[in-house]
T-cell receptor, first 114, second 113 residues
């Protein structure tokens, strides 16, 4: 079944650690996105990609980085985690015409940095 | 700066009644709009999109778009307790902006049994 997967679902990690949040999709979508959402707040776009070797920063400044070496895989990395990075991170994908069809979201990673 | 505005609520509606959710947007260039439903602790799921003025119906859901007044609404008929969630309005990018949907803060809907 075509889907989009995020791992881990929950992560509690100490300050200063390097972390990578995984996102994979089996739908063959070219466009992929990372959003950040604090509890009760709106989603903010932090990164997006049009396809392999394409990465762009979103509206919200973020210390994280992303890579897109394969169409299906769009990992997000924090080199040195801080408590301010505590949030929910949502990955999404869409066809190139995503403006008409919307996104499919993964189940999210809830990150807590202590 | 493109903005999508929603009343955060909570909006409380008795079971079986019509729930009406509203969204306004600032960018007149926006051509289409999306409604997502997000249950607490879960990720958003797409329930409707609309790109033409007027109404679009899908089961118990009706989306309404008025481009002249720059608002879009979602009506939920015969509201059920399972409809209790946060409803997010979103607009796609226009030229020159970051290429991702802009979301409103969402309206928290409570359906009272």
């Amino acid at each position: 079944e075509a889907d989009i997967y995020q791992t881990p679902r929950y992560l509690v990690i100490g300050t200063g650690k390097k972390i990578t949040l995984e996102c994979s999709q089996t739908m063959g979508h070219d466009k992929m996105y990372w959003y950040q959402q604090d509890p009760g707040m709106e989603l903010h776009l932090i990164h997006y990609s049009y396809g392999v070797n394409s990465t762009e920063k979103g509206d919200l400044s973020s210390e994280s980085t992303v890579s897109r070496i394969r169409t299906e895989h769009f990992p997000l990395t924090l080199e040195s985690a801080r408590p301010s990075h505590t949030s929910q991170y949502l990955c999404a994908s869409s066809e190139l015409s995503g403006g008409w069809h919307g996104y499919t979201f993964g189940s999210g990673t809830r990150l807590t940095v202590v | 700066q493109k903005e999508v505005e929603q009343n955060s609520g909570p909006l409380s509606v008795p079971e079986g009644a019509i729930a009406s959710l509203n969204c306004t947007y600032s960018d007149r260039g926006s051509q289409s709009f999306f409604w997502y439903r997000q249950y607490s602790g879960k990720s958003p799921e797409l329930i409707m999109f609309i790109y033409s003025n007027g109404d679009k119906e899908d089961g118990r859901f009706t989306a309404q778009l008025n481009k002249a007044s720059q608002y879009v609404s979602l009506l939920i008929r015969d509201s059920q307790p399972s409809d209790s969630a946060t409803y997010l309005c979103a607009a796609p990018p226009v030229r020159g902006g970051a290429d991702g949907l802009t979301f409103g803060k969402g309206t928290h809907l409570i359906i009272q049994p």
